[in-house]
Nanobody, 114 residues
Framework: VQLQASGGGLVQDGGSLRLSCTASGRIFSINAMGWYRQAPGKQRELVALISSGGSTTYEDSAKGRFTISRDNAKNTVDLLMNSLKPEDTAVYYC?????????WGRGTQVTVSS
């Protein structure tokens, strides 16, 4: 499975972005998928996940601001990010939420200016 994230960019504090991840492979729909981020000097962290059935869970700082969604027919998982803050600046990746994760893609850079 190959994962391709896109949609990042430079936005001002309070702005919005919509990230999209496309996965190859027909097993996509059975997996819980997540959006992760890694800021400079920090470990990669899980920001939001969506189960195969559509249930969602968010990291505390993302609650109320981020919305994760998926389209199994298109093998895509999106992350709508509103009210962005400078501390959201990071490279964002998608991957399945599992001990055995897919190879990490290149991610997409999100930069929020103050």
């Amino acid at each position: 499975v190959q994962l391709q994230a896109s949609g990042g960019g430079l936005v001002q504090d309070g702005g919005s972005l919509r990230l999209s991840c496309t996965a190859s492979g027909r097993i996509f729909s059975i997996n819980a998928m997540g959006w992760y981020r890694q800021a400079p000097g920090k470990q990669r962290e899980l920001v939001a996940l969506i189960s195969s059935g559509g249930s969602t869970t968010y990291e505390d700082s993302a609650k109320g601001r981020f919305t994760i969604s998926r389209d199994n027919a298109k093998n895509t998982v999106d992350l709508l990010m509103n009210s962005l803050k400078p501390e959201d600046t990071a490279v964002y990746y998608c991957n399945r939420v599992s001990v055995n994760q897919y190879p990490w893609g290149r991610g997409t850079q999100v930069t929020v200016s103050s």
